[in-house]
């Protein structure tokens, strides 16, 4: 018998309509469109290094920071959401990422010594801004799958990895494409070449300006957006508190790990003796593929074997993954040991997110996605800086970190449960979900 119980959700439409379809394919559009101009910027820091002026490890510090603004914009927006709505929220973070887009993309262009210091504002703005579109697209994600009344949270999660990779995709190209239309090259003779840079964002910022006109209108309105009344049980922020307190928890320890992958594997694996540096980024790059396709096989998995089971198997196929990375003697063998990470904990952020989504009525909902999405920046800030710190230039004692944390999430599997009665939960009646063992995910 699976973990969860198998009731209705009071909320959850007989027959899905046409508006909540245009919903759910507005938000995984705005999913996307985030992934794409996260990676295309990331994956263009070096072609700004030389005209910066200053070092690939000033860079890594300017990305914490990133993560720091990030949950700044993550709580301002969550409060503007709860006091408008997360549809309005969601238009004003969309607005916001293509602002700081372009501020990135002409800001390296600024005369004189001005380079750096507006580099740094528009980074500023923009870590702002993620953090403001990850959790207004995370409230729109929950509240659609409320609607539709079945688990589908992690098809969304699956967009952004899908727009991750064509993100990447479309830097190569682009600034291929543009050195063939004889863009470049700079004064300093960068490889990169600034101005191949600048044309191919400009491009993919100007076309997902235009999908943002189209699905800003289609967002999903609901809870206390629909009703004036429900002032009184909105300030009653009560969640089972055992059960936020895990569902935060594992968003640290996941972001942990992915943090880890991203900044620390391409560095891991040229360790390996007589390892080709081209090896490098393959890591990564499997991690990122295995997690999109787990993802998009994980809403089935839910639905039929509950979020809890779910990720308890995640967690142990993703533990695997570590030991086997660990215990590699070859960099082919710990590329496939990132692969199998990738199969695994992807998952977990979604999960958290639709767990939490049950926890209260529609009302809070928006406040609930806010304050767990804070998490992930913590996570962020452990996997992509204090890991690094850890480890002391070794990067075997930097793996230990993601594996113990593989070991967390297996713990906190249990906590992945729904209450009982949701419709306790819509009338903002104070829910007990009943106590928790470990053993129970296996019934």
């Known amino acids: 018998?699976?973990?969860?119980?198998?009731?209705?959700d009071p909320l959850a439409l007989s027959t899905i309509t046409p508006e909540l379809k245009k919903a759910r394919a507005a938000d995984s559009a705005a999913f996307a469109i985030q992934a794409m101009l996260m990676v295309a910027l990331l994956t263009s820091l070096p072609s700004l290094i030389p005209l910066l002026g200053?070092?690939?490890?000033?860079?890594?510090?300017?990305v914490l920071a990133l993560s720091a603004f990030s949950a700044a914009g993550s709580v301002v927006i969550t409060i503007v959401a709860s006091k408008t709505s997360s549809a309005f929220a969601i238009r004003v973070a969309l607005a916001l990422l293509i602002l700081a887009s372009f501020g990135l993309t002409f800001g390296p262009a600024s005369p004189g010594n001005s380079k750096l210091p507006v580099f740094i504002i528009c980074t500023i703005f923009y870590g702002f801004a993620v953090g403001a579109l990850d959790a207004t697209t995370n409230m729109q994600a929950v509240a659609i799958q409320r609607r539709y009344g079945r688990v589908i949270l992690n098809s969304f999660h699956a967009v952004w990895s899908a727009g991750a990779i064509v993100g990447s995709l479309v830097v190569s190209l682009g600034q291929w494409a543009a050195g063939k239309m004889g863009f470049g090259p700079t004064a300093d003779g960068d490889p990169y070449l600034y101005q191949r840079y600048m044309w191919t964002m400009v491009t993919l910022i100007l076309l997902l300006t235009i999908v943002i006109f189209i699905i800003s209108p289609k967002m999903l309105k609901y809870g206390h957006e629909e009703d004036e009344t429900s002032a009184e049980v909105k300030k009653k922020f009560h969640p089972p508190m055992k059960i936020f307190a895990a569902l935060c928890a594992a968003m640290v320890f996941?972001?942990?790990i992915d943090f880890g992958i991203q900044n620390w594997s391409a560095v891991f694996l040229p360790?390996?003796?007589h390892a080709d540096k081209a090896i490098a980024p393959l890591g990564l790059s499997c991690y990122m593929v295995l997690g999109m396709i787990a993802r998009i096989v994980a809403d089935r998995l839910a639905r039929r074997f509950g979020e809890s089971r779910t990720l308890f198997v995640a967690s142990i196929i993703s533990l695997i993954g570590m030991v086997i990375v660990l215990l590699a003697k070859s960099p082919v063998v710990a590329v496939v040991g990132f692969a199998i990470v990738g199969c695994g904990v992807p998952i977990t952020a979604p999960l958290c997110f639709s767990t939490a989504g049950y926890l209260v009525p529609m009302e809070q909902l928006d406040e609930a996605i806010g304050r767990l999405n804070l998490f992930n920046y913590i996570g962020t800030l452990l996997g992509g800086g204090v890991v690094g710190l850890i480890s002391q230039g070794n990067m075997k004692v930097a793996m230990i970190f993601p594996l113990v944390m593989c070991v967390a999430l297996v713990c906190l599997s249990p906590f992945f449960r729904r209450p009982t009665n949701l419709e306790a939960v819509e009338e903002g009646d104070k829910v007990d979900v009943g106590d928790i063992k470990l053993t129970n995910v296996l019934k």
Request: charged residues 15%.
């Open 1 to 8: 018998m699976s973990l969860f119980t198998k009731n209705a």
């Open 271 to 273: 360790d390996f003796e």
């Open 254 to 256: 996941f972001y942990t």
């Open 54 to 62: 200053i070092s690939a490890s000033k860079i890594a510090l300017v």
